[in-house]
């Protein structure tokens, strides 16, 4: 077909097209969900929508016809589509917005929970105990966990194989191909221990100033315990040293009382009890009213209205001397307990390792 019926024939088929076309893009603009969007496509891009059906009729168009025809067709197809596309990504956009504003969460917040965390109970014992003993004068000194055998029992008249080396079952560390330590006498590397106890301290202290010494050494120790009620293998001791003119046992036993009165109040007090330390001749055991009976006898106690709290006695003339100082003009006492015993009596605590198993329910009663 040629001629004006074939022009005419064109004109009512584009005209067709476009009108799909407009028809179509209001229909994308309509679609107020991304589901009533997804009910149009049937409509527009189907075999059954209206350019679909007009596809379809080209078959029997003469060849330039469909040519122009199948143009158009083409063109307003694309737009649909691009229109139609541009639609979905809107409303996936406005979803995801929806949800994020839904799941928002302000990190900032103070999360519900016991509110703000504090020091540790084995902490605030020792600041309390510093206080304590910063108040009668004394200072507080500090030593390495890992020491060498001469720190930790040679200058504290523990010579090696001595027997009582058996009263600390000690931790040895592999310090693999080093042999020299550079610090102080005996530091082979077989002989590098992690401190039994807070006494190398002592001899630290000696070393390294003059008598007159008011000190005190708080720290933490290690020892092969199992941990049971009243022992953890790592665990705090604090150590007093006193080196003056003078100084007697009437002395120790009065700073002991003193500074019982003074962190556990009147009514509790102390007394001593023969023992052995090989650095302190003579020694004795220190203990203190029971806090749970008031000394009256209970479990805690064994029924003795005594609980022991540590070692004490004369420093050893040998650890003086070790230390270049002249036992002829000076003398001294010295004194080492547990703070987590002693945390344990002050709060009433009846398990050593509930203040190391990090329940903040426990934890945050102190
Ligand atoms: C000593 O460690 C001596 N250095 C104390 C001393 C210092 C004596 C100065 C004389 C002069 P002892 O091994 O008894 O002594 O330990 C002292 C305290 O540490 C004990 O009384 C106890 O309160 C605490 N303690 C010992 N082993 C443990 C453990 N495994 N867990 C918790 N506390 C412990």
Redesign the pocket.
């Known amino acids: 077909m040629n001629g004006p019926a074939a022009d005419a024939g064109l004109d009512t088929l584009l005209a067709d097209i476009d009108a799909a076309r407009s028809q179509g893009l209001a229909a994308i603009a309509a679609a107020s969900t991304a589901d009533e969007l997804s009910q149009t496509e049937s409509g527009l891009f189907g075999r059954k929508s209206v350019l679909g059906r007009i596809k379809q009729g080209f078959g029997s168009l003469p060849a330039e016809m469909r040519a122009t025809a199948g143009r158009a067709l083409n063109e307003a197809q694309q737009e649909l589509r691009t229109a139609h596309a541009d639609a979905a990504d809107e409303f996936a956009a406005a979803a995801r917005r929806t949800q994020l504003q839904q799941e928002w969460l302000d990190l900032t917040e103070t999360p519900p929970g016991p509110g703000r965390g504090h020091l540790h109970l084995v902490t605030q014992t020792t600041e309390r105990l510093e206080d304590v003993f910063v108040g009668m004068g004394f200072t507080v000194s500090e030593g390495p966990q890992a020491e060498t055998d001469w720190y930790n029992f040679e200058a504290l008249n523990l010579p090696a194989a001595h027997p009582a080396r058996s ?2 079952d000690t931790l040895y560390l592999d310090l693999g191909e080093r042999t020299e330590l550079g610090d102080g006498e005996g530091g082979e590397a077989s002989s590098v221990v992690l401190r ?4 190398p301290v002592q001899i630290r202290v000696m070393e390294s100033g003059a008598p007159p010494i008011y000190t005190i050494c708080p720290g933490r120790v290690f ?1 092969r ?1 199992t941990a049971d009620a ?4 790592v ?1 705090h ?1 604090i ?1 007093g040293l006193v080196v003056d003119r003078g100084i007697s046992f009437a002395d120790l036993a009065g700073t002991l009382e003193e500074f019982t009165s003074a962190y556990f109040g009147k009514a509790i007090s102390s007394r001593l009890r023969p023992s052995y ?1 090989p ?2 001749e003579p ?1 004795a055991e220190f203990d203190i009213t029971c806090v749970i009976c008031g000394g009256a006898g209970c479990q805690t106690c064994q029924r003795t209205g005594w609980i ?6 004369m420093v050893h003339p040998n650890v003086l001397a070790n230390c270049d100082i002249d036992f002829e003009e000076w003398t001294g006492f ?5 703070i ?2 002693l945390a344990l009596m002050r709060h009433g605590i009846d398990d ?1 390792r509930d203040m190391y198993t990090n329940d903040i329910r426990f934890l945050s009663q102190f």
């Open positions: 009263m600390w039994t106890h807070t006494s020892r315990d009243s022992h953890m293998p665990f001791q150590e330390f650095f302190t020694s022991e709290l540590g070692g004490c006695g010295a004194f080492g307990f547990g987590d015993r050593l």
